[in-house]
């Protein structure tokens, strides 16, 4: 997911006028805190494959003292594939690749331990979420902070329930997985 | 980090309602400070086990010692003035007095326990600016929302700077924004004054504002969370 | 007709699914409406005679036509108490009932069949009492007169009748608030005025006025050696206005008292008391009306007897002293009878007032209230209020029983005025009962419900 937009998000990032690699990596990861930072390499291949499509242009370089630095700017057909894509629909429930529920289906078919591996996984996202709880309860978060570890959160939150279920229906699955 | 002795602990509880079993040897410990989650499914016996261990009922069997002090030892009169000096308890809704001023509800435990009016009005104003609730303070709890309500009533049980404070299902009955602001407001709070929470809930969002989780299955504790 | 058959079953079937407090409701509803339809029928078979009579009970009292009005109007003033006690009896489990039948109108009802509804399920418990109180009645009714009149008969049948139709014309017009709006009132916002019961109270006594001031005019013959018609009548407008004075003074008092002292309560149960007071001062004002009427009469009466018990004993008259006394007794009786109806409705009301806050009891018990300041506080709900209201009563029965004495040139009989004080303290015990309730409700296990 995040390969497939990261190409939008730096068209956005662009949009506030020309930047180079560096800073837009530095602003990415400053606006989405929750999310995976951006490699270095992972910009400058994405600015590129942005250029080669013609949605980015090369504006000059700047040095401001440093090293020479490519700037980059978005062109009209950059801002329009932006628009484009910023009012599209996200596909709900895009795929269902769900490890935990494979994980629990193989421990039954391996006869390994579903419940103790459920219990722990519940530990495991309880602690992730304490940690973003942690994070967007503290003073001073900002909006932007608070609202993508909601973002998490509600996510871990809905593993975390469809897990409650699960472990109290094992002895339903169990049956079930081996009976076929 | 070696631990001190807990602040609060209760072993083997044991409590039935009638011909449902609610506790089957519960334990748990709750330390000076912390913020502990209770989680389960509902008639895990969560509120019962709130209940005994903050001496509202009396469990059938099991132990609940509170500062090296037994509380089953205690009578009625003692446990009562208890919760009223050293525990403060949050409930889902309808803990304040409908027919009182939100400022009064507020001031009513420093009231009971000798304070002047007018300097529990004093103090209980300010508790109620630190929770967010201002220019309430003349109206009925009828009139507040779910949230501030709860704000309110966060304020009530703080007021006496209790050491433990009982919160069963305090936002139960809030939508996820008001419960945000309701958890943040008792987490700062119970942080800054040192107090320690045991907080029921069936929301994991909910318990994520703990330090630690205990999970009640059927009465008793099933898996302890990792410790922070 | 199917739509009341279906009303009928419905109201049926809500009584039959109900708790305990409903039933408690029904049984307390027909019993007050069995007393209704005695004293009513036993009114209304004296008012049927005309002429003399010889009546073999109350040492002759019933045989004049000028006694027996004296006795009907006794008769129909004990009605007062018992309204009292239905209003209380309707307020049993009230806020439940209110929701259910929001319940009924967000389900689709229209007003008018939730109006019905509520209606029959009153009427039918006050048929239930009539209907006992009128069996009993005619049996005792052929057992001391051979051949009752038509109009006698035709009376019975009417009473029978009309106390199960007024209750739930009664039932159906307390329920405006909730026909008004499906969502009834789940939160209270603002001041309640709970005005519509004290009307009903109110109109109710006009009612029972008006009949008695009838059966004064058509019983009693008007003649030259009865000078005293006017007197009576006198006495029953003074009672009258001094007993609608106290209860006004009561609501007006529980506000100011509750206004004031929640300004300056010292102590948490005071304030408590006094918040309440302040927040719904006319159900106080409702609770204590029938205790100053009966105070008012039963000072003055007592002032009354002891005069006129003097005379009867000192002078000598053409009927025995025991024909005199016998009346006075008899008289004292109602009166005692009315108040422990009025005692009961007190503690009626006080056991209602505390079912229907028995989560936030428990709340504050569990939150380390102590028992003895939710105790305190609930005697002060009917301490406070009361105190003015029954001093002013007090005064009022004085005042009768003083200038009846002044009247007959006789000593001012000081010791009527232990009586309010005497009244005072039956309402505070009355209302004590309610206390070992007060313990059951702040139990853990009503944390959970609503």
Known sequence: ?180 | MSRPVPLLTAGGLVKAHGRTQALRGASVELHAGEILAVTGASGSGKSTLLNCLSGIVRPDAGSVTYDGRRLEDLPEKRLSELRRTEFGVVFQFGQLIPELTVLDNVALPLLLAGTDRAAARVRAGEWLERFGVRGQEDLRPGELSGGQAQRAALARALVTRPRVVFADEPTGALDSLASEQVMTALVHTARESGTAVLLITHDAQVAAYADREVQLRDGAVAALGVTA | MTSLRADLRLAWELTRGSDRGEWWRVTLTATGAALATGFALAAVALASLRGRYDVPVAAGLLDEPGTRSGVIVGLLLLLVPVLGFLGQCARIGAVHRDRRLAGLRLAGATPWQVRRIAALETGLACLLGSAVATVFSVLLLLRQWDRPTVLAWVGVALVAVAVPALGAVAGALALRRVVASPLGWVRRVGQRHGRGPGLLFLAGILLVAVMALLAVATTSTPAANRPNGGAQLQTMGVILAVGAGAVWLSGATAKATGRILAVRARSAATLIAAERLRDDPWSVARTHAAVLLVTVVGTGFLGIRQVMGEVVRTRRFSAPPSYYLTGLDLTGAAIGIAFAITLSGLAVGTAESLATRRRSLAAQAAAGVPQRVLDRSLLLETALPLAPAVLLAGLGGTAIGTWYALAGNRPVPWEITLVPVAVYAACLLAAATALPLLRRSVRPGELRYA
């Open chain 1, 1 to 180: 997911m995040i390969g497939m937009s990261t190409r939008h998000i730096l068209l956005g990032l662009l949009a506030t006028g020309p930047s180079h690699g560096y800073d837009l990596k530095r602003r990415h990861d400053e606006r989405f805190p929750q999310a995976r930072p951006l490699a270095y390499g992972q910009v400058y291949t994405t600015l590129q494959r942005l250029v080669r499509d013609g949605l980015a242009q090369v504006d000059g370089t700047d040095s401001d003292g440093g090293p020479e630095r490519t700037m980059y700017r978005a062109t009209d057909e950059g801002t329009h594939e932006l628009a484009r894509w910023a009012g599209e629909i996200a596909p709900p429930a895009p795929f269902v690749a769900n490890e935990i529920f494979a994980k629990v289906v193989v421990a039954i078919l391996a006869g390994g331990d579903p419940a103790g591996y459920l219990s722990a996984q519940r530990a495991a996202h309880m602690e992730r979420m304490r940690e973003l709880t942690a994070v967007k309860a503290a003073q001073g978060a900002d909006l932007a902070t608070v609202l993508s570890a909601d973002y998490a959160l509600n996510h871990l939150d809905a593993d975390l329930r469809w897990m409650n279920t699960t472990a109290a229906r094992l002895t339903t699955l169990t049956a079930e997985v081996d009976a076929a």
